[in-house]
């Protein structure tokens, strides 16, 4: 038996290997289209390489071409192919007013002084609002997905977030002690870790990247929001793949409530911890006391990067995340932005894009908003489809690539997209093969 036979029968086990964790993995993720054609590619890879090295005899060089083609498919998938585009936020140059941002604008009640307010100086928006306004409020009867059992239960994780506003911000309690930013900053990161948070970092806070005014909350609206901290411990939490899977359905938003139910406990829980340390600290909790961008800020902690649909993507969870903050002035050492290949894959992948029912997510390519290159959401398209079905969607979150959960297979996928064009061409089409480009509409559209 030469050399050439010897190495191509376990060659080809590897290959067969390979294709079995992808089917084990499927079935893991309960996701039966990828099951199915994973155990199809299974059968015939296992059936052609066993067939050529015992059925049919083959010269050599026709053992070693396909070994070779093998082998340079593995290369090309790892190595680099150019330098990874990064999403670069330094540029940002204008502040956002939260009294802009949809959430806000839902609060403002026909007749009420902020409606006259608000479109008195802003009248172009007032005819795309009173549009959404006309249907029914989120989680309220009336949406395509309403259900009043999961409805009462979002609403009161929602009041209790509500009551955890006044829990923000404090006092600083004792004296300010001195700390070393290298000793203090992976002990809070570790505290932040063990209260539950799934990625945790901490960025330099850029001013640009806190809302000028008061767009909602218990402060007063239109007040100057003047946060002037240095840091903030910024943290991520996986939301369930399952019930991502869900979306745009109700269990959507009710994994949505309770991952901001957990972000608000641990950042409240952490802000006071730092005061009692003896350094002033503020939480940035849903329902609404933010005041600051927290994609943007997340990015700039290193944990993610922006992607076409407008959404934090994290190396581990993809979009599947919500996130949570804490701004301060106790002195740590910054992370720095990561980048790994969001940017090149989203150029090519646009199923957020293909999938969104309102169009929200641009098809096309980045554009420079407040002195950022970034792909811009429309968020009225978004929000009106979110009152639509009554939840707040995530249909983008659930079809993004790289919001597969963080397994062995996924991973190898990840670590090819962040260097090679090749791997992130065969990616996106592997993912369009596996788990289909479109999802049904039916029931979608609106
Ligand atoms: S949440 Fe839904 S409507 Fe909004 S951008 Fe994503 S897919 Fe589109
Ligand atoms: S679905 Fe594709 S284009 Fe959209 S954010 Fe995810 S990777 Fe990027």
């Known amino acids: 038996m030469s050399l050439i036979e010897i190495l191509f029968l376990p060659v080809g086990g590897m290959l067969v290997v390979g294709l079995a964790m992808f089917v084990v993995s499927s079935l893991r993720e309960r996701e039966r289209r990828a099951a199915v054609i994973s155990l199809v590619l299974l059968l015939m890879a296992a059936g052609i390489w066993y067939g050529l090295a015992v059925w049919w005899p083959t010269p050599d060089w026709v053992r070693t071409s396909v070994m070779a083609l093998m082998a340079a498919m593995v290369i090309l998938w790892f190595i680099p192919t150019g330098p990874i585009a990064v999403l670069d936020g330094t540029g940002a140059n204008e502040r956002i007013d939260e009294r802009d941002t949809m959430f806000a604008r839902e609060e403002y009640l026909p007749d009420s002084e902020k409606y006259r307010q608000y479109y008195s100086t802003h009248p172009e928006k007032k005819k795309i609002d009173?549009?959404?306004?006309?249907?029914?409020?989120?989680?309220?009867?009336?949406?395509?997905?309403?259900?009043?059992?999961?409805?009462?239960?979002?609403?009161?994780?929602?009041a209790e977030i509500h009551s955890m506003t006044s829990q923000v911000d404090g006092e600083v309690r004792g004296e300010t002690h001195e700390v070393e930013p290298d000793r203090m900053t992976p002990e809070i990161k570790k505290y932040v870790l063990q209260l539950g948070a799934d990625e945790v970092g901490v960025a330099r806070l850029n001013p640009m990247f806190v809302y000028s005014y008061v767009g909602r909350g218990p402060e007063p609206w239109g007040a100057p929001i003047d946060n002037r901290h240095s840091f903030a411990i910024v943290f991520?939490?996986?939301?369930?793949?399952?019930?991502?899977?869900?979306?745009?359905?109700?269990?959507?938003?009710?994994?949505?409530?309770?991952?901001?139910?957990?972000?608000?406990?641990?950042?409240?829980?952490?802000?006071?911890?730092?005061?009692?340390?003896?350094?002033?600290?503020?939480?940035?909790?849903?329902?609404?006391?933010?005041?600051?961008?927290?994609?943007?800020?997340?990015?700039?902690?290193?944990?993610?990067?922006?992607?076409?649909?407008?959404?934090?993507?994290?190396?581990?969870?993809?979009?599947?995340?919500?996130?949570?903050?804490?701004?301060?002035?106790?002195?740590?050492?910054?992370?720095?932005?990561?980048?790994?290949?969001?940017?090149?894959?989203?150029?090519?992948?646009?199923?957020?894009?293909?999938?969104?029912?309102?169009?929200?997510?641009?098809?096309?390519?980045?554009?420079?908003?407040?002195?950022?290159?970034?792909?811009?959401?429309?968020?009225?398209?978004?929000?009106?489809?979110?009152?639509?079905?009554?939840?707040?969607?995530?249909?983008?979150?659930?079809?993004?690539?790289?919001?597969?959960?963080?397994?062995?297979?996924?991973?190898?996928?990840?670590?090819?997209?962040?260097?090679?064009?090749?791997?992130?061409?065969?990616?996106?089409?592997?993912?369009?093969?596996?788990?289909?480009?479109?999802?049904?509409?039916?029931?979608?559209?609106?």
């Open 236 to 446: 991520s939490l996986e939301m369930a793949y399952q019930t991502v899977r869900k979306a745009p359905e109700m269990p959507i938003v009710e994994e949505s409530a309770r991952q901001y139910l957990r972000a608000a406990q641990i950042s409240v829980n952490l802000a006071s911890y730092i005061r009692n340390l003896g350094y002033p600290a503020r939480a940035h909790i849903s329902d609404s006391n933010y005041q600051i961008i927290l994609p943007a800020v997340a990015h700039d902690a290193g944990l993610g990067e922006l992607g076409r649909l407008g959404y934090l993507i994290s190396p581990r969870f993809g979009a599947r995340i919500r996130l949570g903050a804490v701004t301060t002035d106790l002195p740590l050492v910054p992370d720095r932005p990561i980048a790994f290949g969001v940017q090149d894959f989203c150029r090519r992948c646009l199923k957020c894009a293909v999938n969104c029912p309102p169009r929200a997510i641009p098809e096309g390519a980045t554009t420079v908003v407040r002195g950022v290159r970034r792909w811009q959401l429309d968020v009225e398209r978004c929000f009106h489809y979110w009152r639509v079905v009554g939840t707040d969607c995530g249909l983008c979150m659930k079809v993004c690539p790289f919001s597969h959960p963080p397994t062995i297979v996924h991973d190898l996928v990840r670590a090819g997209i962040k260097r090679s064009s090749l791997a992130q061409t065969l990616s996106v089409w592997g993912d369009d093969l596996m788990y289909g480009r479109q999802i049904s509409r039916e029931r979608l559209d609106g």
């Open 130 to 158: 009173d549009r959404w306004r006309q249907l029914p409020a989120i989680l309220q009867p009336g949406g395509r997905f309403y259900n009043p059992d999961t409805a009462r239960r979002v609403k009161s994780v929602f």
